[in-house]
C-alpha cells in the first residue's frame, strides 16, 4: 500500500518525506488556504515546489466545474511537472473530463467519493485514482472504511485498474483498516502516520534496554 500525505504544508511534506516511505502528496484548495497560497501563479510554483521535494505522484486539485474549464484547467495543471495528477471532483463533468485526460494520457484523481456507484463510473471513466473520504463518511454517522471493502470487493471482481486512494484519514487505525481491506493507497495528515509509530510496550521497552545497558 502506497502512502501520500495529505497536505500543503512544505515542512510536514519534507518530514514525512525524511522517513523515507512517502509515495506522493494530496492537496486540496481547503489545504492550499490553508498554508495561505494565493493566486494561480503562488499555486502551480507551490505545487512545483512540492514536485520537486518528492519524487511521486502529486494530485493537484481543478477547481472548475464545468467540463471545457475542467479540461483548461487539468491541462494547465498536468503542464507542471510530469508527476502531477490531476483532481477532478466526483460530478457529470467531472467523470466527462476524466475520460477526456484518460483518452490523453494525464492521469486523474477522482476526490469526492462518498458511494459504491461513483467509484464504478469512476473507474469506467479511467481515473488513476478514486478517493473514498473515509473521515466524512464517519462524521456523518456512516462507517467509512465499510466502502472502502465494497469498492475494493467490485474492483476486484471486474478487473478495474483504477487504485483505492482511502482519503480523509483521520487516525492510524483507519490506515491499518485500509490495509486490510485492500487499499492500494492511503493519503493521510502526518500526525496520523506518525501515530503509527507509537506503542507504549515500545516506550518501557526501550527504557529498559537503555538503562540495563548502562550496566555494560
Ligand atoms: C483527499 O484527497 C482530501 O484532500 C482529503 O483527504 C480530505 O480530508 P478531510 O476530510 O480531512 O478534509
Given at each position: ?81 510530469k508527476n502531477i495528477i490531476v483532481k477532478v471532483p466526483m460530478i457529470k463533468d467531472g467523470v466527462k473530463a476524466i475520460k477526456w485526460f484518460t483518452d490523453n494520457g494525464i492521469p486523474t484523481n477522482c476526490t469526492l467519493c462518498f458511494s459504491a456507484g461513483q467509484a464504478i463510473l469512476a473507474a469506467k471513466a479511467g481515473a488513476r485514482y478514486i478517493s473514498p473520504f ?83
Amino acid at each position: 500500500m502506497k502512502f501520500f500525505i495529505d497536505t500543503a504544508n512544505l515542512d510536514q511534506i519534507k518530514e514525512a518525506n525524511d522517513l523515507g516511505i512517502l509515495d506522493g502528496v494530496t492537496t486540496n484548495p481547503s489545504l492550499m488556504a490553508k498554508e495561505g497560497i494565493k493566486g494561480q501563479e503562488a499555486i502551480f510554483k507551490h505545487y512545483e515546489t512540492i514536485c520537486e521535494l518528492v519524487d511521486g505522484d502529486i494530485s493537484a486539485e481543478v477547481v472548475s466545474t464545468r467540463f471545457d474549464d475542467i479540461v483548461a484547467e487539468g491541462k494547465k495543471l498536468a503542464a507542471i511537472h510530469k508527476n502531477i495528477i490531476v483532481k477532478v471532483p466526483m460530478i457529470k463533468d467531472g467523470v466527462k473530463a476524466i475520460k477526456w485526460f484518460t483518452d490523453n494520457g494525464i492521469p486523474t484523481n477522482c476526490t469526492l467519493c462518498f458511494s459504491a456507484g461513483q467509484a464504478i463510473l469512476a473507474a469506467k471513466a479511467g481515473a488513476r485514482y478514486i478517493s473514498p473520504f473515509v473521515g466524512r463518511i464517519d462524521d456523518s454517522g456512516w462507517d467509512g472504511m465499510e466502502l472502502i471493502g465494497q469498492i475494493a470487493q467490485i474492483y476486484d471482481i471486474q478487473g478495474y485498474e483504477t487504485q483505492i486512494l482511502a482519503a480523509s484519514i483521520r487516525n492510524a487505525n483507519h490506515i491499518i483498516r485500509a490495509a486490510e481491506l485492500g487499499a492500494h493507497v492511503i493519503t493521510s495528515p502526518l500526525e496520523s502516520i506518525l501515530a503509527l509509530l507509537k506503542h507504549p510496550l515500545t516506550d518501557i521497552g526501550l527504557a529498559k534496554f537503555l538503562e540495563d545497558a548502562k550496566k555494560l
